[in-house]
C-alpha cells in the first residue's frame, strides 16, 4: 500500500497582510488507494447559491415551448443555450405568503416564503431564509458562512412600497425574523472580504498603493508550493490564481478610470465598473473565486432591487425597468420587459459556462454547485405572486436532471423547491414555511 501524506483542503498562501485560499487540489485528497481516493472525494454537493431577478417577467416568453425537456428554449431562456442539460426550469411555483402583492414582498418572500409584517418602522418581522438555514449548516467550516451581494450601491432607508419598510426590498438574506443581512455591491470590498484587506475607503486605497496585486505577495510562497504539486495541480492551481489577477486587473481598472467619468453620478465609489454588464461579471466572477477557494458555500446575488428604475442602453432599452413592468398590457413594453429579462439570464448564463469550464474532482463546480434563479413576482402588471420565473442550475453531483421543463398543473409553494435543495445540500428538515412536499422530479437517476 502506498501512502502520501495530503495536502490539507483548508490551506492558504500567506504573504504581507494578505492570505489566498486555494482551490480544491489532487493534493488534497488522501492518497493510499484508487479507492481511497474515491471515498475521500465523493461525488457530492458542496454549495448552494441564490440569484434574484426584480419584478418578474413576461411570461409568454420565459416558458419553454415544450413539456418536459428543455430541447426547445423560449426566446428569453436562449442565453442558456450552451448549458441547458444543467438547468431545470419550473413552471406554475407560487409565493402565498407574498400576498398582498407588492414589491417589498417579492423580495422578502423569495427565500423566506412567509408573510412580512407591514411596518414603515423599525419593528420589522420576517422569517429565516433558505439561504441562511444553509449556511447555518454547510457554512461552519468555511472562511465566511455565506456572502450575500447585490448591484445597487445605494440601499434607500424608510418606507418604500405601500405601507413596507425598504428592508424588506434590501435585503434578500435573513438570519433571523429581526435581522436581515446587507448585500455588498461594490467589487473592490467584496474582493477584500473574500481575500483580505478591508477597511475604510482611505486605508483601501492606502492598501492599493502599498501592492499592485494581492498575489505579488505570496509569490515565494506560489513558487514553493507549486514545486511540490504534480502537473495536474499546478494547471489547477496556475488558472485559479490567474482569475484573482485578472478579477483585481478589473476593478483596478474601474477604479482609475472613474475619475475620468463624463456620467454626471459624482457619488459613483471608486471601483464599479461604469455599465451594468461589466459590473454584473464582475460580481459573478468573485462568486466563482469564493465558491473555487471554498472561500464561502453559500452566496445570494440580487440583480437589481425591485422598484429599480435603472435603463439597459446595452440591449436597447433605454426606459426605466420599474415603469415598463405596469405596461398595461401595451406590446412595445411588455417586449422591453422581454429584452431586459433576456439580459439577466444571459448573465446568469455566461456565469455557469465558466463554472461548467472550472474542474473540480470528479466533475467541474457546477457539478458540485446548485444554484437556483428566480423572481419572487410572476406577472409585474398585476403584481401576482404565482407561475413565477424559476430555474435551478447545476447539482449533477447529486443527481439532479437538468435540460428539463418541470410544469405543475396548478400552483404548488416556492417552499417545496425550496425544501428539496436544503436536502439536496445536506441540510435536513421534514419542512419549510409553507411547503407540502418536495419536488421529487427534479432528481433522480438520469435516463439511459
Not at 454549495?47 to 423560449?74: F, H, K
Not at 407574498?98 to 414582498?105: D, K, L, N, R, V
Not at 470590498?189 to 505577495?217: C, H, M, P, W, Y
Request: with cysteine; proline share 6%.
Amino acid at each position: 500500500m502506498i501512502t502520501k501524506k495530503s495536502l490539507p483542503r483548508r490551506t492558504f498562501l500567506r504573504g504581507l497582510g494578505a492570505s489566498v485560499s486555494l482551490p480544491l487540489l489532487d493534493a488534497m485528497i488522501p492518497s493510499m488507494t484508487a479507492a481511497a481516493q474515491t471515498v475521500a472525494a465523493p461525488s457530492k454537493l458542496r454549495r448552494i447559491g441564490y440569484v434574484y431577478m426584480p419584478m418578474g417577467c413576461d411570461v409568454t416568453r420565459w416558458t419553454p415551448p415544450n413539456a418536459n425537456t428543455l430541447e426547445e428554449l423560449s426566446p428569453t431562456l436562449s442565453p442558456l443555450a450552451k448549458v441547458k442539460d444543467s438547468v431545470t426550469a419550473i413552471t406554475n411555483l407560487e409565493l402565498k405568503n407574498a400576498y398582498p402583492g407588492t414589491h417589498a414582498t417579492s423580495n422578502s418572500a423569495f427565500l423566506s416564503a412567509v408573510t412580512a409584517k407591514r411596518t414603515e418602522s423599525t419593528d420589522y418581522f420576517l422569517g429565516t431564509t433558505v439561504d441562511q438555514i444553509a449556511a447555518s449548516t454547510i457554512g461552519q467550516k468555511t472562511q465566511l458562512p455565506s456572502l450575500e451581494l447585490a448591484m445597487d450601491l445605494l440601499a434607500t432607508v424608510g418606507q418604500c412600497d405601500n405601507g413596507y419598510a425598504c428592508v424588506y426590498q434590501n435585503n434578500l438574506s435573513w438570519s433571523s425574523p429581526t435581522t436581515p443581512l446587507p448585500a455588498e455591491a461594490h467589487p473592490r470590498i467584496v474582493f477584500e472580504t473574500l481575500f483580505g484587506e478591508g477597511g475604510s475607503v482611505a486605508q483601501r486605497k492606502a492598501n492599493l498603493a502599498k501592492r499592485a496585486s494581492l498575489l505579488d505577495s505570496v509569490t515565494e510562497e506560489i513558487t514553493r508550493l507549486k514545486n511540490t504539486l504534480g502537473p495536474s495541480d499546478q494547471n489547477k492551481l496556475t488558472q485559479y490564481l490567474d482569475s484573482i489577477r485578472e478579477v483585481e486587473r478589473r476593478i483596478q481598472q474601474a477604479e482609475s478610470t472613474t475619475s475620468d467619468n463624463p456620467l454626471p453620478d459624482l457619488d459613483r465609489p471608486k471601483g464599479v465598473p461604469a455599465a451594468y454588464a461589466d459590473h454584473a461579471k464582475l460580481m459573478f466572477d468573485l462568486q466563482l473565486l469564493a465558491f473555487q477557494g471554498d472561500i464561502t458555500r453559500v452566496i445570494t446575488f440580487q440583480l437589481a432591487r425591485e422598484t429599480s428604475n435603472r435603463t439597459y442602453p446595452e440591449v436597447g432599452v433605454s426606459d426605466p425597468h420599474h415603469p415598463l413592468t405596469h405596461h398595461g398590457n401595451d406590446p412595445d413594453k411588455i417586449a422591453k420587459v422581454a429584452k431586459i429579462n433576456q439580459f439577466h439570464v444571459s448573465l446568469f448564463a455566461d456565469f455557469l459556462e465558466k463554472m461548467q469550464a472550472t474542474p473540480e474532482a470528479d466533475g467541474t463546480l457546477l457539478d458540485h454547485s446548485l444554484y437556483l434563479y428566480g423572481s419572487g413576482m410572476g406577472n409585474p402588471n398585476v403584481h401576482d405572486h404565482t407561475n413565477l420565473p424559476i430555474l435551478v442550475a447545476g447539482g449533477a453531483a447529486g443527481n439532479m436532471r437538468g435540460g428539463r421543463h418541470i410544469r405543475y398543473d396548478k400552483p404548488t409553494p416556492l417552499a417545496n423547491l425550496h425544501l428539496t435543495l436544503l436536502n439536496k445540500a445536506g441540510v435536513n428538515l421534514d419542512s419549510f414555511a409553507d411547503s407540502n412536499g418536495q419536488v421529487d422530479e427534479l432528481f433522480g437517476a438520469l435516463d439511459v
